[in-house]
């Protein structure tokens, strides 16, 4: 069965300093991999996502993430914190176009001034 | 592009009423929609999900019968909490994937149910 880790419940960290929140999947085949954004109260903004290609990919609002099968790994990183980063994150991982995600527990980043 | 919304943004109900939420994908014809339940502090648990002019399929462990979706028009889909009780408080979050947007899920803003 398909499964997502979030290692890190939460993480706080400085505005201005560099942040990678981590996710490792457990998926047979080819994943489909995602990383959405939720503010408290708020439903989920899609940030970025991986199917296939180059394996470092670029999102919204600054961040990337990078695909490394050898270690089912999808990590999304941010150079530089802004105090407005600070929310819940969400990897997940899905079969195919469009069906059924698993979503790991959710990293809550709190930012630090 | 990819806009979905979500209507009531909260709703708080008596015991034993009957609640409709409603999903729509604005800018997009949803050919899927799915329906997820949030806990404080807790991921997203997916409830069911629907296809146009289909019924849905729910997950295992929820009550069709509580929760009834219906995805009638490719850019509606609703939720109706039947009979509901305290426990059914939660936060209900729709999603729509179709037409250019078949590979992502977006999702709506969410709705707060609250049942005194």
């Known amino acids: 069965a398909q499964s997502v880790t979030q290692p890190d419940i939460h993480i706080t960290v400085s505005e201005g300093a560099s942040l990678e929140l981590r996710c490792n999947y457990s998926?047979?085949?080819?994943?489909?991999l995602f990383w959405y954004v939720q503010s408290p109260g708020q439903g989920l903004q899609l940030l970025l996502k991986?199917?296939?290609?180059?394996?470092l990919v670029q999102g919204i609002k600054g961040f990337e993430a990078e695909f490394k099968r050898s270690q089912s790994s999808f990590n999304l990183r941010k150079p530089s914190v802004h105090w407005s980063d600070a929310a819940e994150y969400f990897c997940a991982v899905g079969p195919e176009y469009g069906n059924k995600l698993v979503f790991g527990a959710g990293t809550i980043l709190r930012v630090k001034s | 592009g990819a806009v979905v919304s979500q209507h009531p943004s909260w709703v708080i109900c008596k015991s034993g009423t009957s609640v409709k939420i409603e999903c729509r994908s604005l800018?997009?014809?949803?050919?899927?929609m799915f329906w997820y339940r949030q806990f404080p502090k807790q991921s997203l648990m997916l409830m069911a999900t629907s296809n146009e002019g289909s019924k849905a399929t729910y997950e295992q462990g929820v009550e069709k019968d509580k929760f009834l979706i219906n995805h009638a028009s490719l850019t509606l889909s609703t939720l109706t909490v039947t009979s509901a009780h305290p426990e059914d408080s939660s936060f209900y979050i729709c999603?729509?994937?179709?037409?250019?947007?078949?590979?992502?899920?977006?999702f709506g803003p969410g709705t707060r149910l609250t049942v005194l």
């Open positions: 998926y047979g085949a080819t994943p489909y």
């Open positions: 800018d997009f014809q949803a050919t899927t």
């Open positions: 999603s729509a994937t179709g037409g250019l947007y078949t590979d992502t899920q977006y």
């Open positions: 991986y199917f296939s290609g180059d394996t």
